[in-house]
Structure formats: structure tokens, C-alpha cells
């Protein structure tokens, strides 16, 4: 993208904002927003606009919520398209939540997850290493999914390479069966540069996560 594109794209994304601001429910303004998002690099600024038309709309607006998401899907990570599916059918997203990002405008990002641009910090990210672990080795079956899938949506939308390194190290140490759900986490990360872009090319990334292979004892 050229210079002069993306700053148009991000003028129109701070317009959009600050019409949202005064009528969140304008589903034409978040949309319209979504797609100056889209036009920018980086996949922060789409979840951010997401997380705001999730929460500005009314709960009725389930296809547009649907549309939505369906455009922003392939710049988001799986497990944070996972976790916005699971809200594009009822009640609007809640004001403080972990999808919010630094971008968003109707909703602050929930402290119980660091947000990626706060940079949690090595020992929050090791204790939900701990959490997953402890989950998924002794847990209730039920319980254990609900963790996993939400580590694993953590991990995705706040960039936490350590807190996944960790929990699959120690999970492969005990033999415990890593999914499909892994995997592509794992591919996620490994393209996923400092700033929030990905990479154009993931074998020249200068900081990488080691793989399963790698983090075997």
C-alpha cells in the first residue's frame, strides 16, 4: 500500500470513530470503518473495528455481525475469528472485553487478558501456561475445553509466543495430545511480527516460536 493510501484509509477509520462515538448503533458507519481497517496493514486495527461493531449494534443485528466477520476473518488469527463467531449470535459484545484492542473506541479491553500492546508480562504469561497445563492433565473434560480454547484465544490476539511455547513444551513433555486447534496457533504466531502484521515471508522472520518438534524434551 502507498503512502498516501494508507493515510486516507486511517483518516477515514479516526472519522468513522468519532461518528461512532455518537451513534455506536450505525451499523453503515462500523462497516464503512471496517473496510478503512481492512485497507490498513496489520490485523489490530480489524479486530479493534469488529470488537466495536459487536458491541455497538443492537443484539437483532445478527447478519450484519455475520457479514462483518466473515470480511474480517482472514486477517484475524483462527482462534480470535473462533471467539467473535461465538458472540455474532446474541447479546452485543459487553463494553470491557478481551477482544477489544487498543484501536476500539466502544469497548476497553478486558485486564484479565493483556492486551498484546501492553506487553503482558513473563510471569502472566507463564501462569496461564500453568493454568492450561493444569487444565488439560487433571481437569474436568468440560472444564479443561472451556481453558484450552480460551488460552488458545489469548495467545492468538495478544501475540503471548512465551505463554504458548511454555504450555506446549510442558504438554508435550506429558504426553498429552496437542489438536489441529495447536497447530494453527502455532502457524499464526510464526507469522506474526512485533507490530501486529505478518510477515511476508515466514521463513525470513528474524523471531520466530520454536516448534512442537523443537520444544519436545
Known amino acids: ?47 479493534g473495528a469488529l470488537a466495536d461493531l459487536f458491541a455497538g449494534l443492537p443484539a437483532a443485528a445478527t447478519g450484519v455481525r455475520q457479514a462483518a466477520l466473515r470480511l474480517a476473518a482472514p486477517r484475524l488469527g483462527p482462534h480470535v475469528a473462533d471467539a467473535f463467531e461465538r458472540h455474532a449470535h446474541g447479546h452485543p459484545l459487553p463494553r470491557v472485553h478481551p477482544l477489544a484492542t487498543r484501536w476500539s473506541v466502544l469497548v476497553q479491553p478486558s485486564a484479565e487478558v493483556p492486551a498484546r500492546v501492553r506487553r503482558g508480562s513473563p510471569d502472566a504469561s507463564r501462569r496461564l501456561a500453568d493454568d492450561v497445563v493444569a487444565a488439560l492433565c487433571d481437569g474436568a473434560p468440560v472444564e479443561a475445553n472451556r481453558v484450552e480454547r480460551a488460552f488458545l484465544d489469548h495467545c492468538v ?29 502455532e502457524a ?26 523443537e520444544t519436545s524434551p
Request: glycine content about 4%; some cysteine; charged content about 30%.
Open 1 to 47: 500500500m502507498s503512502a498516501a493510501a494508507d493515510l486516507e484509509a486511517r483518516r477515514s477509520y479516526r472519522d468513522c470513530a468519532r461518528r461512532l462515538r455518537e451513534r455506536p448503533e450505525a451499523a453503515a458507519t462500523h462497516l464503512a470503518r471496517l473496510d478503512a481497517a481492512l485497507a490498513m496493514d496489520g490485523a489490530e486495527p480489524v479486530q
Open 188 to 213: 499464526w504466531l510464526q507469522q506474526c511480527l512485533p507490530d501486529g502484521a505478518r510477515a511476508p515471508d515466514a521463513g525470513a522472520q528474524a523471531a520466530r516460536i520454536p516448534s512442537f518438534d
Open 157 to 185: 490476539s495478544c501475540q503471548d509466543k512465551l505463554a504458548f511455547m511454555l504450555a506446549a513444551r510442558e504438554l508435550r513433555r506429558r504426553e498429552v495430545w496437542l489438536g489441529a486447534d495447536w497447530r494453527r496457533a
